[in-house]
């Protein structure tokens, strides 16, 4: 039982590049969400998936686009990176969407775009 | 958006000291509320619910004053293992778990 995994571990950009973010997890979690953590920030929310097939728009979605390409996976997408994107990015999953129910986390996607 | 407030620290403490952090939210009708637990360069992890009548779970108890609108998490009897950055989380019906910024704990020998 792995939980949540994310690839790649690092990545670096350089302006304009495109690439995503692979995320999956095997807990049979029906909700799947994307966040980055910035210093001195909390973490924000990107988009998030509250079951296969749907997704929508969470706090800071502007230059993001996602993917639940089926229960198990949920992909992050940058189409043309900036460096305002250097962040760590955490995809995590839960029972269901959005409710007090824990929220599990990947070990994070360190990119840095230059 | 609602914030979460949080005393960034650092706290440093010796082992076996007693600590407190304080967490502040803005939003009077939110229901639930919790503490994650990120240690340096992973992910969060939850530490435990806060629930409206307290919740203790070994030397750590997390307690919610709603009348002042903030949750606390106590730490007895710190251990080196506990030096982590602690995350006060809000969750507002029908919309999202809102971070707070952390709290840096630091434990010395």
């Known amino acids: 039982n792995a939980g949540v995994t994310q690839t790649p571990k690092f990545q670096v950009l350089k302006t304009g590049q495109s690439m995503t973010l692979q995320c999956a997890q095997d807990?049979?979690?029906?909700?799947m969400y994307w966040y980055r953590q910035d210093p001195g920030m909390g973490l924000r929310l990107i988009y998030y998936s509250a079951s296969e097939g749907t997704t929508d728009k969470g706090e800071v979605p502007n230059g993001y686009n996602v993917s639940r390409l089926n229960k198990r996976e949920f992909s992050l997408r940058l189409e043309s990176a900036a460096p305002s994107q250097t962040s760590v990015y955490f995809c995590?999953?839960?029972?269901?969407?959005?409710?007090?129910?824990?929220?599990?986390f990947g070990p994070g996607t360190r990119l840095t775009v230059l | 958006r609602k914030e979460v407030e949080q005393d960034p620290g650092p706290f440093n403490v010796p082992e076996g000291a007693t600590v407190a952090f304080n967490c502040t939210y803005s939003n009077s009708a939110s229901q639930s509320f919790f503490w994650y637990r990120q240690d340096c360069r992973k992910e969060p992890k939850l530490l435990m619910s806060v629930y409206s009548s307290g919740n203790e779970d070994g030397r750590f108890t997390a307690q919610l004053n709603r009348a002042s609108q903030y949750i606390s998490l106590l730490i007895r009897d710190s251990k080196l293992s506990d030096s982590a950055t602690y995350l006060c989380v809000e969750y507002q019906a029908g919309t999202a778990l809102i971070f707070g910024k952390g709290t840096t704990l630091s434990v010395s020998s």
């Open positions: 995590a999953s839960s029972v269901r969407t959005l409710s007090y129910n824990e929220q599990f």
């Open positions: 807990m049979n979690h029906n909700s």
